[in-house]
């Protein structure tokens, strides 16, 4: 039975002589998820847990009952216990900190950039009486300065970012657009897409810059291949990927031209292919969930798109969906477009066969069908399936799966070709010849040299024969909401080396142009009412310094944790 105690006893005998416990005051948060009063058990003192009634020992303290809370009650309310949770991983107040005027100014300046700040807040004259009441050694700059240390920001990113493109051993995707800003000015940008050697996807804004009117197809491809040159990517460049504009067309002409030698096999989509990836842009108008996918560029979406066709076409010949004449009406129509899209005549597939280049060649980009192949849980077999649900005519199954296959092998041979290349030049560089003449070193490790060639010639040789077959032989993989292809290619790239350096560049395809598109919605937010005055080169730089200190979900606990053991390294070193 409860009763009336005073503050920090323990007891207290009521009128009718029973005793009551109840705890000492204390700071723990934990004592909310339990009875006021304490009871007597066996001359124990336990807490009562308010949701399932347990009795808990507390005389050693509160361990037991917040583990309870946290993880074994089950009767406590889900959004109750992940607040407790939460509480429990908050850091305590570290009581030799010691304030680094410089280290605040660096995270000072990534908030600034991240959260868009105007430089012209910082001439507001209650900003320093605030901060002093934190931290008085803070002087705050002015915005002359805040801008300057923004813009040297964006130069260290950017030489980070450099270095990492130069190190990359894959290649980069790009997309592409231009949007006009309050100022009246034309401004163009460019977002790489990659694979990482972590297999970890990547998109970056590389540039962000006035592009001149009017802005003709040679106005674009000179901007673009400056850019490529600035990043030194004319070597890299895998696709390019744009809206139907005329002067994109154009630009894409002159860029093959001036890219020629560049390109891994020098054959840019023609004007029908051109017009038939339009098509599915309007086919995936209507329906938004696949839009969603499409445009996804946090995550690979290229090995998704022949089962997106699927849907669409699924879509198309569901009458649930044509509800109304007008739906009827539009769905016909698609449906008459998607039979054009996708049916080529007899005289394109022998055209395919012939290696003859014509109008019409084939229904869709092979790369995206190679990316389908990669995609363990599909492969081969898919591209079966697939046409088998499309066409209706079975008989161009064997034609369009051998086509696909042989341009995978291609490419399968040329990635071969250079994975073997960087194990002989690796090899040198390890075992560099000396250059002393007459040396007897040197004619063994010219012999080690041949050698270690030699051998990856043989590896090679047997890899041709043994590493596609193996992987499109092997049982599909099960499909899930939470597969990551990506980390399955990681863990593989040991048994498939060239086949997991291919993944690289084609699951890095984007999609759609929607990564360069978002650049605009950014630079609309930063070149505000209030900041329209701002100079082409500084919006670049606020525009991809936020996007190169974009993190992650994964990017922020690994860092976290990266901290946590930092400051358990350190401490441990005084014991």
Request: proline content about 3%; overall charge negative; glycine content about 2%.
């Amino acid at each position: 039975m409860a009763s009336n105690t005073t503050e920090g006893s323990g007891t207290h005998e009521s009128e009718e002589g029973h005793t009551s416990l109840t705890p000492r005051r204390t700071w723990s948060n934990v004592w909310e998820h339990f009875q006021k009063d304490l009871v007597d058990v066996d001359g124990e003192l336990k807490a009562v847990c308010k949701y399932c009634q347990l009795k808990l020992v507390t005389k050693s303290g509160t361990s037991s009952l917040r583990g309870h809370i946290a993880n074994a009650c089950p009767a406590i309310d889900s959004a109750i216990r992940k607040r407790f949770q939460a509480s429990m991983s908050k850091q305590p107040v570290d009581t030799n900190f010691v304030f680094d005027a410089q280290l605040c100014r660096k995270a000072m300046i990534k908030y600034i950039i991240h959260a868009e700040v105007p430089f012209l807040q910082f001439e507001d004259h209650y900003l320093q009486p605030w901060i002093d009441t934190m931290q008085p050694t803070l002087i705050v700059k002015g915005r002359h300065t805040i801008r300057s240390d923004c813009f040297k920001k964006f130069e260290d990113l950017k030489k980070e970012l450099h270095t990492e493109l130069q190190s990359l051993d894959s290649r980069v995707c790009l997309t592409s657009d231009i949007w006009t800003a309050s100022q009246n000015l034309g401004y163009m940008a460019i977002t790489a897409q990659y694979v990482d050697a972590e297999f970890k996807i990547k998109k970056k804004i590389i540039w962000f810059k006035v592009l001149e009117y009017p802005h003709s197809g040679f106005a674009i491809e000179e901007e673009t291949m400056r850019c490529l040159t600035e990043w030194g990517l004319r070597y890299k460049l895998f696709t390019l990927t744009l809206d139907n504009a005329s002067n994109h067309t154009s630009a894409c002409e002159e860029l093959v031209r001036n890219l020629k030698h560049e390109l891994l096999f020098e054959e840019p989509p023609t004007e029908e292919e051109w017009a038939k990836a339009a098509a599915v842009s309007e086919f995936l108008k209507a329906f938004e969930e696949l839009t969603l996918v499409v445009s996804a560029h946090r995550e690979p979406p290229a090995h998704r798109f022949l089962p997106l066709v699927l849907c669409i076409l699924h879509a198309l010949k569901d009458l649930a969906w044509q509800s109304t004449d007008l739906l009827k009406e539009l769905a016909v129509s698609m449906h008459s477009k998607f039979e054009k899209y996708w049916n080529p005549t007899e005289d394109d597939l022998h055209n395919v066969a012939n290696r003859k280049r014509k109008k019409k060649e084939i229904a869709f980009s092979v790369v995206l069908v190679i990316a389908t192949a990669l995609d363990l849980r599909r492969k081969a077999d898919y591209l079966k399936f697939f046409i088998e649900k499309v066409f209706s005519d079975p008989s161009k199954t064997n034609n369009y799966v051998r086509y696909a296959l042989e341009w995978m092998r291609k490419y399968f041979t040329l990635y071969e070709q250079r994975c073997a290349r960087s194990s002989v030049d690796m090899m040198t560089r390890a075992n560099p010849a000396s250059t002393t003449v007459g040396s007897p070193v040197l004619g063994k490790r010219k012999l080690e040299v041949e050698f270690a060639q030699y051998t990856t010639r043989l590896r090679v040789a047997q890899a041709r024969k043994s590493e596609i077959d193996t992987y499109l032989e092997e049982p599909l993989e099960g499909d899930n909401d939470d597969f990551d292809i990506l980390t399955w290619w990681k863990s593989r790239s040991d048994k498939f080396p060239v086949l997991s350096t291919m993944v690289r560049d084609f699951l890095a395809i984007p999609l759609s142009t929607v990564s360069s598109e978002s650049a605009f919605s950014l630079g609309e937010r930063i070149l505000g009412e209030r900041r329209s005055s701002l100079m082409p080169e500084m919006l670049m730089a606020l525009v991809c310094a936020k996007d190169w200190l974009f993190k992650t979900a994964e990017d922020q606990h690994l860092e976290h944790e990266g901290l946590e053991l930092e400051e358990g390294s350190s401490s441990s070193s005084f014991d």
